[in-house]
């Protein structure tokens, strides 16, 4: 398909003169990857069949998984959804732009493709600067998930896009470090009262504090405690790394002693072992790769750190965003005594997708 890929370094110089590019590209009928606040997407024109079938093959996506619509402006919502109820404009009102996608009832003019078939669109308006300016020099809605091989961790960096789809897709916009790192929530308005189907850094406390009742309908669970996932093509999992991951859950102190005897197991079977942790646990523990996961009680760091680390404590690169990652480790122990309210919530409905095992202590 695409053998080069444009990588667009943006700054203020030629922010116009990049964003002019892109456009070109998108207007052609081709794929970009654009920085938003939550994550790196894949954009191409969410209303055109051919466009959209490109998003799909680069990824390696399931064909029945819809993507989100990015727009610019309320009037394109209006082109795009229709029977919109009052209480998602409110919310859009409150949260627009910012990552909070609503499921809505679609209008014909968003093919099959975007939607999976589904007589539903996912659609959202993200808060960044760049992702903005591109969709409205396009002159189009843009169909973008995240700019990850499917089932990879979703990228935060351009370089993260670079290392899953060069070759794969026609640009991709390097605007920096996203500013929350995990996806948007995902809300359905189209029954009611409001479902949220995936949750991110808008949290159900904070939904239900301006719109009162909002039901969860989402489960974090594709394995069960202490389950083992043996065969990774045997169970559909997300977000995750090709090496095995471990996630150790519960009150900051159980989480310790036991990331300790599991360093301890794993070392005597000579494995190298990959830790994801916090900054108070690693005061006490040492492996041979680390990442840190921010502090306990800032979830938002968590966000923030999580996906960039499962990518450095899987990579065997001698770089990736700027740090040597050079070491392959046979395991990645995730530390999981992040507190679990507002963000946390979405960094532990990732996590626990992303991990193979699960020990509850
Ligand atoms: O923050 C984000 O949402 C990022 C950035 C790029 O905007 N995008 C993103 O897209 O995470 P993606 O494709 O990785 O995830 C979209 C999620 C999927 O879980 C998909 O199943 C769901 O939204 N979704 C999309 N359209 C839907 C629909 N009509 N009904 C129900 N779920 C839908
Ligand atoms: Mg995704």
């Known amino acids: 398909m695409n053998s080069t890929t444009l990588i667009l370094k943006m700054s203020e110089r030629n922010f116009e003169e990049n964003i002019t590019k892109a456009a070109h590209i998108l207007k052609q009928g081709g794929t970009v990857a654009f920085p938003t606040e939550t994550v790196y997407g894949l954009g191409a024109d969410a209303l055109n069949p051919a466009s959209v079938r490109k998003i799909f093959k680069a990824k390696g996506r399931p064909a029945d998984n819809p993507l989100i619509v990015h727009i610019a402006s309320m009037d394109t919502l209006d082109e795009i959804a229709k029977n919109i109820p009052p209480i998602a404009v409110e919310l859009m009102d409150i949260f627009w732009p910012g990552p909070l996608t609503f ?45 990850n091989t499917s089932g990879k961790p979703s990228p935060t960096t351009a370089g993260h896009v670079m290392s899953d789809l060069v070759g794969r897709i026609d640009a991709v916009i390097d605007g920096g470090v996203v500013k929350v790192g995990v996806e948007s929530t995902v809300l359905d308005v189209t029954s009611g009262i409001p479902v949220i189907l995936r949750p991110g850094s808008i949290s159900v406390e904070t939904l239900r504090k301006h719109v009162g009742e909002v039901l969860v309908g989402y489960t974090d669970m594709e394995i069960e405690e202490g389950e083992l996932v043996r065969s990774p093509g045997m169970k559909y999992t997300h977000y995750s790394p090709d090496t095995r991951v471990v996630l ?94 507002g963000v946390g919530a979405a960094v532990f409905n990732r996590l626990r997708k992303a991990a193979n095992e699960l020990v509850k202590v």
Do not use: W
Not at 287 to 299: H, I, N, Q, T, V
């Open 103 to 147: 499921v809505l009832k679609r209008k014909n003019t968003v093919p099959d493709v975007t939607t999976g078939g589904l007589d539903t669109v996912a659609v959202r308006m993200p808060d960044n600067p760049v992702a903005l300016a591109l969709i409205r020099e396009a002159g189009m809605p843009l169909a973008a998930p995240s700019a």
């Open 248 to 341: 150790v859950e519960g009150e900051s102190a159980a989480v310790l002693a036991k990331i300790s005897e599991l360093i301890d197991n794993y070392s005597q079977k000579d494995m190298c072992v990959g830790l994801l942790i916090t900054e108070e646990t690693a005061e006490h523990v040492y492996a041979d790769k680390m990442y840190s996961l921010g502090r306990r009680d800032e979830p938002e760091d968590a966000a923030h750190n999580l996906f960039a680390g499962l990518r450095y404590l899987d990579s065997k690169d001698a770089d990736i965003d700027g740090r040597d990652a050079d070491v392959d480790v046979d395991i990645i122990i995730v530390d999981g005594s992040v507190k679990q309210d």
